[in-house]
């Protein structure tokens, strides 16, 4: 699929931060091969004969420049994959893989009656875990148990962990995290078995836990084997093709993305189970009981070519037809070149190439810079502006290129799917264009705080987002059309400009950002309510005069902890007694009009203070304008509680609030 340009908006950002850093790129999870898109193309799998003769066998690992496997006979595998009671199981090693008819019975436990099953070598060799029965019986049967055998020793012993009413099998070692995974129906005796951990420290072992995003909750997971890329293990969980089936699970970080179902021939109607990656990560085997399979569980082998977590050497293929944006025909001659994304992505972090967020492209150089690329592909398009490019290659994430004289040139991201792939696009080149700059300016010369610009094409509404790269805003707009600029800041007015694209526009634009009056509403902070009107010697709203009252109810109903005080206030003109009556007269009609909005009477206190708080010269019998007298005239808000995120804001003279 083809991504829009706004993906390169917020590229052009984190390229400044890559450029300017001395981490490396994040790495991608693996990306296995084993998957539908590339298995049937890429992976070589066989029966490994020289085991089926030797008889039914699974769970095979390298052991000590050798094989070590699991042999059984009678019955195989039983309910929940346990192993079955009726039928002899043992481990086989054979010290040259070449001649594995000459092989032994390993026997850690010793004794005839022991059980053995399958097993697993710490990253150093030094330690082998094994699957067998436990020593200690739980109403008359034996459950399975790990063990540990020291090979500097040749001494063994239980997990320290093991309980007799529960099954603990199959173990892997996790180098990376320093841990052993196994099976178990720890928790839920005779249940399903999930996969768990326990970590190695140096004071012993840790006690079980469930691996998290892996298992099921109703299936049986079983037969784990860990590599650094990631987990396998085989499943019974719905939607696979057959009983058992093998995922694989990428690491991310501490725990694993969620499962991904294998495909043929990994894969098949029977069960399939106990894969096993060589250390080269190039290939490995399984066990199956597949269509053929008579004599019961085998073991085949397979390859990947030169790795197990790459995707196969297959086709991809971008057909692209471009058209003149202006007059909707095709453009012939336009360059198209595409490049695997990591090789981009390395050049930037190079410092070879750099963004220009201005055009949405690479720096002006881009086209030279991008011919010494070995991994590159191009073509020109033809007169119906169409070409063809097709890779046999690696990577499913490319960046694509149209350049074109007297256009935009183009960048894309295009991202083409598992195994071979074919994609068709048809993309726009316009017009050639203006380079503006626009200038934020603050008239108190403070810095703005989190600026928002936006570029909105009025005859089709595009909106595009124009970025601040070190402090400076530029955008190269498409000749003969009209733009308006909206710039929105923290704590400032959204401020407007209207522009035609054309060639004598000023290069330069300054757009001024005035403060807005922003107070944090809590328990504490004081409002004045400067357009309720009371006139002379009256304690009566005039109608249409409240409309900071109204925005108050407004925001009392959306904070429902709010409780406020409205207090009141005169001038100085009338006797003191009568002052303090008209002005707890203004603060109750105040509440009045409140209460008849809608606001609960309990929530609003009142209080009149009369001319106890003149606020200029105007003392009783002081001479004074009306105007003057009309400043101590008031009615104010005093905040007794307030829930979190409540703002005032003085907005063109009107009090408003707003919640964040």
Known sequence: ????????????????????????????????????????????????????????????????????????????????????????????????????????????????????????????????????????????????????????????????????????????????????????????????????????????????????????????????????????????????????????????????????????????????????INAEGSGGHLTSNRTGSKTGDKIFKFGCGLSCFHEGNVSKTLDVSVICADLKVPLRGVEVIKIPEPTFFKLIRSGNLGFDPVQNILNLDVKTILETVSSQTKCLTSREGRCLLESRTNEKNFMVFLMAEGRQPIMRNIQFGDGFDHISEELEMEADCKLITVALVCPEDDSIKDAVVILEDLASSDRDTILNINGVYQKCIALGRQFIITVEASGRKEVQKIVQATNVIPKNLELWLEKEEVEIVREGTLLELENIYYEYNSYLISPGAAVELDELAAIMTKDSTMVIELRAHTDSRGSELYNLQLSQKRAQSAKDHLVYVGIDADRIRTVGLGESQIRNHCRPGVPCSEEEHAFNRRTEVAILQAGEGVRAIRENGLLRFIIY
């Open 1 to 276: 699929m083809m991504k829009n340009s706004q993906f390169f908006q917020s590229l052009a950002l984190w390229s400044a931060f890559l450029i300017g850093s001395h981490l490396p790129l994040l790495a991608q999870n693996p990306i296995i091969i084993l998957d539908h898109g590339n298995a049937p193309h890429i992976v070589e799998i066989e029966e490994w004969k020289d085991f089926t003769l030797l008889g039914p066998s699974f769970s095979l690992i390298n052991y000590k420049e050798g094989l070590l496997w699991v042999s059984y006979e009678g019955a195989g595998l039983g309910g929940r994959y346990l192993m079955n009671e009726k039928g002899r199981f043992s481990l086989k090693f054979a010290k040259n893989q070449g001649n594995i008819n000459n092989n032994i019975d390993l026997q850690p436990l010793g004794g005839e009656k022991s059980v053995y099953g399958p097993a697993a070598l710490s990253f150093d060799q030094s330690k082998l875990f094994f699957t067998a029965n436990q020593q200690r019986g739980w109403q008359g049967r034996s459950r399975l148990g790990i063990y540990i055998l020291d090979e500097s020793t040749q001494k063994t012993s239980p997990l320290p962990f093991i309980q007799a009413r529960y099954n603990y099998m199959h173990p892997t070692w996790d180098e990376v995290e320093n841990r052993l995974i196994f099976a178990s129906d720890l928790g839920s005796e005779g249940q399903q078995m999930d996969l768990y951990f326990t970590v190695k420290h140096s004071t012993g072992w840790s006690e079980p836990v469930k691996l998290s995003g892996i298992n099921s909750g109703t299936a049986n997971d079983v037969f784990p084997h860990i590599t650094r890329e990631g987990l396998f293990f085989s499943s019974d969980r719905p939607g696979g093709p057959g009983g058992l089936d093998i995922y694989f699970s990428a690491r991310n970080q501490e725990s694993f993305d969620p499962p991904k179902l294998l495909a043929a021939p990994f894969n098949s109607s029977s069960d399939d189970f106990s894969i096993y």
